[in-house]
T-cell receptor
Framework: GDSVTQKQGQVTLSEDDFLFINCTYSTTTYPTLFWYVQYPGQGPQLLLKVTTANNKGISRGFEATYDKGTTSFHLQKASVQESDSAVYFCALVEGSNYQLIWGSGTKLIIKP | AQTIHQWPVAEIKAVGSPLSLGCTIKGKSSPNLYWYWQATGGTLQQLFYSITVGQVESVVQLNLSASRPKDDQFILSTEKLLLSHSGFYLC??????????FGHGTKLSVL
């Protein structure tokens, strides 16, 4: 079945560091891909969405590129701030299925 | 603007007691509605979804049930709580099953 893999359970950085969060997926077709961010005590909110029509998503300084060749959708940011501390989830949806397939999440900790 | 409200914010319940969690969406007609469960620091597990009033589909079996009595209301319940029900319950809505809008969640502690 479809799956999303985030191998990094936690990433710890200092302010102004470069962020890279790994996400790979497995499906039989070309899904729509998402990054959601969850701040403490809140529900997740959409950060980026990328379809097969547009290969790259950019939002709030974050960017992710849809790579069909390597089936990856890594999240990057050039310079993180303390306010970026949160859990980041990669997810996909395929076709008309009402179920998002979620990665296990990567907790980002920014040292002040 | 659409708003989503979940209640209660937090609950502490005894094993074997009943539970009812609610979710209301305002400003959006006929939304798709979802219930998710999240263990502390864990991934998101979809429990139920509903695309219309009175119809609810179960995604996983966790001794929970859901109902949609009104277009803008989604209820999650059980008659008998288990320790494993502890966690964070999130309600969400979407227009096209892609982008989800989540509520702030209900933290449930079963003792």
């Amino acid at each position: 079945g479809d799956s999303v893999t985030q191998k990094q359970g936690q990433v710890t950085l200092s302010e102004d560091d470069f962020l890279f969060i790994n996400c790979t997926y497995s499906t039989t077709t070309y899904p729509t891909l998402f990054w959601y961010v969850q701040y403490p005590g809140q529900g997740p909110q959409l950060l980026l969405k990328v379809t097969t029509a547009n290969n790259k998503g950019i939002s709030r300084g974050f960017e992710a590129t849809y790579d069909k060749g390597t089936t990856s959708f890594h999240l990057q940011k050039a310079s993180v701030q303390e306010s970026d501390s949160a859990v980041y989830f990669c997810a996909l949806v395929e076709g008309s299925n009402y179920q998002l397939i979620w990665g296990s999440g990567t907790k980002l900790i920014i040292k002040p | 603007a659409q708003t989503i409200h979940q209640w209660p914010v937090a609950e502490i319940k005894a094993v074997g007691s009943p539970l009812s969690l609610g979710c209301t969406i305002k400003g959006k007609s006929s939304p798709n509605l979802y219930w998710y469960w999240q263990a502390t620091g864990g991934t998101l597990q979809q429990l139920f979804y509903s695309i219309t009033v009175g119809q609810v589909e179960s995604v996983v079996q966790l001794n929970l049930s859901a109902s949609r009595p009104k277009d803008d209301q989604f209820i999650l319940s059980t008659e008998k709580l288990l320790l494993s029900h502890s966690g964070f319950y999130l309600c969400a809505w979407s227009h096209s099953h892609e982008r989800l809008f989540f509520g702030h969640g209900t933290k449930l502690s079963v003792l």
